[in-house]
């Protein structure tokens, strides 16, 4: 399996000049400021990283990312320009702003532990009495949090403070918050016109050179996203019966059930063969689900390679 999955990177393109490893994505810095970031197969939860990659996960990722990008330029400038291989994605190199934009239409994972904990504000935003998880708040409210560095967990933060500790400033965090807006109530369309709700999201965004703030990372993926199935949405709720949701919180509860929550002293269990087609299986069908179309598998014969071949190919066409 390992050599039909990418789950480490260690390729030097031309004009490479640095690489960041993140959880998931390689991003190399190239000369001329061009960034190239490779979506890996590794798989993420309780912000550790499982031991063994998912085939064609990295590739689903960047796929759902470009079309949405794609599907949302005409409202928010973003940094992709090319996307030489189904795991690849090329852009302008950006500073990344130090905050996350995290957009809640409905009152589920996170903001519902909150909640559930007596907590009424969340980020400096108020929550209204009387509703129960799941359900839809009456706007959608952002709840930003900071970046956290390598291994540690992104933490909450509000408007206020990060203006006020110059994280951003008023002048440009008035412009995420437009176009996080914006971006949701697209995002909100496009999952509608697939029988889908979208629950809650980040975006991230970043400063060219140049001064403009553009869109970065990965946009209205499972792994960023949450999605419930539309149908029976209501019914469940009235029910008190837990929605049917499409991201990797499957993932999440696979390992709660096998008693790894990512805090210490617990093992990540093992992930049979079996159990990481199951995975992959599950992935392909969120991206069928979330773009309307049927997932194409690339070869990924010798990936590193097909890799390699094909940003070497898409560098020397400029």
Not at 138 to 156: F, R, V
Not at 164 to 191: C, H, M, N, P, Q
Not at 233 to 257: G, H, T
Request: net charge negative; proline share 5%; hydrophobic share 35%.
């Amino acid at each position: 399996m390992s050599n039909t999955t990418i789950y480490d990177t260690n390729f030097n393109f031309p004009g490479q000049k640095n690489v960041y490893k993140g959880k998931v994505r390689a991003v190399y810095t190239l000369e001329n400021d061009m960034l190239l970031m490779v979506a890996t197969d590794r798989l993420s939860a309780f912000d550790v990283v499982m031991p063994k990659g998912i085939p064609y996960k990295g590739q689903i990722l960047n796929q759902i990312a470009t079309k949405m990008m794609a599907s949302t330029e005409d409202i928010v400038p973003n940094w992709l320009t090319a996307t030489p291989d189904p795991n690849v994605a090329m852009g302008v190199a950006c500073v990344p702003f130090k905050a996350e934009m995290v957009i809640r239409g409905y009152m589920s994972g996170h903001a519902s532990r909150e909640y559930k904990a007596g907590r009424r504000i969340l980020c400096g935003v108020p929550m209204p009495e009387g509703m129960k998880e799941n359900d839809k708040f009456p706007n959608p409210i952002i709840t930003p949090a900071t970046k956290a560095e390598m291994g540690d967990h992104d933490e909450d933060i509000s408007k206020e403070d990060i203006i006020k500790k110059d994280i951003v400033s008023a002048e440009d965090y008035a412009i995420l918050e437009k176009y996080t807006y914006a971006l949701f109530e697209r995002g909100t369309e496009i999952a509608d016109e697939r029988g889908l709700i979208l629950v809650d999201t980040k975006y991230e965004f970043g400063k060219t050179k140049a001064g403009k703030i553009v869109l970065i990372d990965e946009i209205h993926t499972p792994d960023s996203s949450r999605y419930f199935y539309r149908e029976g949405y209501q019914l469940r709720q009235d029910n008190d019966e837990p929605q049917k949701q499409l991201s990797k919180e499957f993932v999440r509860q696979w390992l709660i059930a096998n008693d790894f929550q990512g805090l210490e002293g617990q093992t990540v269990p093992e992930m049979t063969d079996a159990y990481i087609e199951s995975v992959s299986e599950r992935y392909i069908e969120l991206y069928e689900h979330i773009t309307g179309e049927p997932f194409v598998k690339a070869d990924t014969t010798h990936i590193h390679d097909r890799i390699n071949r094909n940003v070497l190919s898409y560098l020397e066409s400029l």
